[in-house]
């Protein structure tokens, strides 16, 4: 018969400080994305402020006003090209 092994003091400190990390790291995200609806101070007022709704095929997003914009620099492959797979 096998013996069960014991929680030993210090394994139990380590999951009581890796708990606490975990609710730190969740706390904090929830606090940023309290503000993450704001505009930055550094965005020009007469600038459009618009959110990303999906990213279609890594070179192209699709913002929520549903405007389709194609980043122009970014040599992505096309899903039915060499490698397009490999990227996602």
């Known amino acids: 018969m096998s013996a069960v ?15 606490t990390k975990s609710l730190f790291a969740i706390l904090l995200l929830l606090l940023l994305s309290i503000y993450a609806d704001d505009r930055p101070s550094v965005v020009p007022q007469e600038a459009r ?13 699709v913002l929520m006003d549903r405007t389709r914009v194609r980043l122009h620099g970014i040599d992505a492959p096309e899903r039915d090209q060499p490698y397009g797979r490999l990227v996602g």
């Open 49 to 61: 402020w618009v959110k990303v709704d999906r990213v279609t095929d890594r070179d192209t997003i």
């Open 5 to 19: 092994p014991a929680v030993t003091p210090l394994a139990s400190e380590h999951a009581n400080y890796t708990m």
